[in-house]
């Protein structure tokens, strides 16, 4: 299991230094989010100031973007960053399509699917010097002169993971991805009943098998021994928890646990914009559902104990900013134990 760390919101300036920290740290890979910032940006910084560490966006929005644009900047990560650049693909939500980006909310799955198939075509155009044809219900695209070619990489073509929490995008990583980005709002409940039975599918339609499949997630991890209090990570952990509870497009997890009437009421809340409320509803039962707490230096023991015996996840982080200086010793011995599971 490979441990590494995730960005919310990063600072372009502090990138360089930021991430041979990361690197100088032991961790395994650099994940950035789209939030209030761009995640392509600082992998260029990061690629320059690195050189093992494997960089990814986790998750970059999908449909704003065009398969030429995306195929350009992850050729250009990958072939920068000396084949370390992974490409993490989400649909977002159809509210933050429609009203945040000003787009059309149509058939995900589908647009998701050809996305990653029309990718690989400009791709191979590219690195085979090809015909480029791909003919798709949102996508045709039959134009590639070598002056808009990215030519040949001397590296492996980056990876393609996408985001997925419900039945159809968890089937269709199967079908075409590399790997998955599984949500932080997750149960291994939620892992083992409907997650992989969806993805197994798929891969089995594809003909792979588990071990060309990786899986990634973000966890709820609670320390209890670090410079900062421990009800500190806990009140975080439950007002983000409270905040995923009340989306309706994540109700899967909550009616897995016969939570729904719970999530209805989170929803209520978080329409009156009663943020305060809301984390005062985390119940220690979902706590210990959802998070994992215990002393820096047994987490990472907690966590192989809940996700490695049924082989559920391959990538894990905190959903913790790491922050240099900041319960570095922590984040030592997690990273420590990681590296002796």
Known sequence: MKFDTWLIHHDLQAM???TRTIEAMGFDGLWTAESGNNPFFPLVLAAEHSQQIRLGTDIAVAFPRSPTILAHLAWDLAKYSNGRFILGLGAQVKAHIERRYGLTWEKPIRRMRETVEALRAIWDSWQNSTRLKY???????????PFFSGGPLDVPRPPVYISAINKGMLR???????????????????????????????????????????????????PTDGQKAAGVYEKEAKEQLAFYMSTPAYRIVLDMHGWAGLGERLSQLARRGDWAEMPTLMSDEIMDT???????????????????????????????????GEDDEGWRAAIDGFKHE
Not at 135 to 145: A, C, P, R, V, Y
Not at 175 to 191: E, I, N, R, T
């Open 16 to 18: 360089p230094g930021l």
């Open 135 to 145: 003919e798709g219900e949102f996508f045709n695209l039959s134009l590639m002169t």
């Open 172 to 222: 269709l990583a199967g079908q075409v991805a590399d790997g998955v980005h599984l949500h932080p709002f997750h149960s291994v409940k939620y892992l083992r009943e409907y997650a992989w039975p969806y993805i197994n599918e798929g891969l089995v339609e594809n003909g792979r098998g588990r071990e060309d499949f990786t899986a990634v997630i973000s966890i709820f991890a609670i």
């Open 290 to 324: 959802f998070a994992i707490t215990g002393k820096w230096g047994e987490l990472p023991q907690l966590v192989q104990a809940r996700y490695e015996a049924e082989n559920l996840i391959d990538r894990i982080n905190y959903y913790i900013p790491f922050v240099p």
